[in-house]
């Protein structure tokens, strides 16, 4: 159950965070997005803007020329009368008569298209205007169409005149157009002046970043375009310019942005920035909390797998010792002395067995609490060797193995722990013997290396793999060992001898390959 709880934490951890993820990126995309929308709305704005400010502008500088040639003459225009309306309204009732007339005369000042373009000289350029005269006659029955504009004299006359201002525009607009028509873009506008104009109109729409530009001719560049100016399908923005009376155009306005990515993505730079450090935050939360669980869950299983050991240890133990009592109990076990001394004995050394193993729990215990007293004094190193090869002799010889010695070291003296470290040279040993499969083979080396003394022993059982070798001095670590079921201990006894070692100021590593043994290395400081 509580693996099954775990799985299920991590999974639901894990979607979570892959949830959060995605909406991170989700959110990125569609803020991308929005912004390249805004973006091209901006820029159509823009160039839309341009375009009618191009018009405009020439428009206003045909107008400006026109009036100052037409200023510059001097000569009072020709007038002529195009047209002339008459309208009249008699109430029978009140004999009151009412007559309204409008005249529309055109006034040459002799000027024509051929001014501004030679090549266009067809028509001349005319100003507008009308007079319109509002004549009231009171009890008049006689008046009628003949006798309008004779000597009667009306009651009331209203007049009325003026340029029509909106037909000049229109007259001269159509002229205008007609006659920049057959003007060449290099005419009409220059390269600085269209650059000005754009950069002005992107600024005040915050578009603040590189713009290259080119006017087109029915699909052909013309030499209006910046230095830096290429096409681009993805960034490049068009259109028409200097439409003609009839709507077409055949010049085209292109503007393109080389870094348009670049500057979408800076104006998210700042919020993407604040996503990613807390997607971070969040990733390394997850990470930090999975090791937790992964290590509690390693540790549980450590724990479990200690206990175990241990009950297992305890349980031969006590049961030879209770087997020796049942023995001595028997009648015919108690009158003879051998057998009760040989059954006591045994007694005793399960005992001593046992007080070994809490013994060994204990200094592990108190040496994480900083509470063993390990004093030391000048000891010869090699002495500690034989001492702990003395221990193990017997287990030794019941697997039929052997200890070859090659002491190396001319120096031997350090300042050391004699108990504490022939304990840690028996785990050692004990090790190599258990993860001996045949008959031990172990050999023991000594040697100096500056101020320092290696101890190595080597044995050719097992082997272990990278894995174990980087976690085997871990406290309650023990590798499993396959189909060999004579491996017994809690793993303990490893990360024992590492912390005696560097009490000791020395260091302590392992070599090994699977299959092929290992070599357990010593080094502590000699005494100067």
Wanted: aromatic share 10%; with cysteine.
């Amino acid at each position: 159950m509580n693996k099954l709880f775990f799985r299920i934490l991590v999974l639901l951890m894990s979607l979570s965070l892959i949830g959060i993820i995605l909406v991170q990126v989700f959110w990125f995309n569609s803020s991308f997005k929005n912004n390249e929308e805004q973006f091209k709305y901006h820029v159509t704005q823009v160039i839309g803007n341009v375009a009618d400010k191009l018009e405009q502008q020439e428009e206003y500088s045909f107008y400006d020329k026109y009036n100052r040639i037409k200023d510059s003459t001097g000569k009072i225009p020709k007038k002529e009368d195009l047209l002339e309306v008459l309208y009249v309204q008699r109430n029978t009732k009140t004999n009151k008569t009412i007559v309204y007339s409008n005249t529309l005369t055109s006034e040459d000042y002799d000027i024509n298209g051929s001014v501004f373009n030679k090549k266009f000289s067809s028509e001349r350029f005319k100003n507008f205007s009308s007079k319109r005269v509002t004549e009231v006659y009171n009890n008049n029955t006689g008046i009628d169409n003949n006798s309008l504009g004779q000597s009667i004299i009306p009651d009331l006359k209203i007049e009325k005149s003026g340029s029509l201002d909106i037909l000049n525009k229109v007259q001269q607009q159509i002229q205008y157009k007609d006659i920049a028509a057959l003007t060449p873009i290099e005419g009409r506008i220059t390269k600085d002046k269209l650059f000005k104009l754009l950069k002005k109109e992107l600024e005040e729409y915050g578009v603040k970043t590189k713009f290259e530009f080119g006017i087109y001719s029915s699909g052909v560049p013309t030499k209006i375009k910046s230095d830096g100016f290429h096409f681009d399908k993805e960034s490049t923005y068009n259109i028409p310019i200097y439409t003609d009376n009839e709507g077409n155009s055949r010049y085209e306005l292109s503007v393109t942005f080389p870094h348009k990515k670049k500057f979408l993505l800076s104006e998210l730079l700042s919020i993407t920035i604040l996503s990613i450090v807390f997607t971070l935050i969040i990733i390394v939360a997850y990470t930090s909390a999975l090791n937790q669980l992964l290590r509690q869950k390693h540790i549980s299983e450590i724990k479990t797998d200690f206990i175990n050991n241990m009950t297992h240890e305890f349980k031969t133990p006590i049961a030879t010792i209770n087997l020796a009592l049942d023995a001595i109990r028997s009648p015919k076990v108690i009158e003879d002395k051998e057998k009760v001394y040989r059954y006591l004995q045994m007694i005793r050394d399960e005992n001593k067995r046992m007080h070994a193993q809490v013994e060994n729990v204990l200094r592990i215990s108190k040496l994480e609490k900083r509470e063993l007293d390990i004093t030391k004094e000048p000891t010869v190193v090699t002495d500690i060797i034989d001492d702990a090869i003395e221990h193990v002799n017997l287990i030794l010889e019941d697997r039929k193995g052997t200890v070859v010695k090659h002491y190396n070291a001319a120096r031997t003296t350090c300042l050391i722990n004699e108990v504490h470290f022939t304990n840690v040279l028996v785990n050692i040993l004990e090790n190599a013997i258990k993860y001996s499969p045949d008959a031990p083979e172990i050999e023991i080396f000594t040697e100096n290396i500056k101020d320092m003394i290696l101890i190595k022993v080597r044995d050719h059982g097992l082997g272990m793999s990278k894995i174990a070798q980087k976690r085997v001095f871990e406290k309650f670590y023990r590798e499993h060992t396959g189909d060999l079921h004579n491996v017994k201990g809690h793993g303990l006894g490893l990360a024992y001898v590492k912390r005696i070692v560097e009490d000791h100021n020395g260091q302590v590593y392992v070599e090994s390959e699977k299959g092929k043994g290992s070599t357990f290395i010593i080094k502590i400081p000699l005494i100067n």
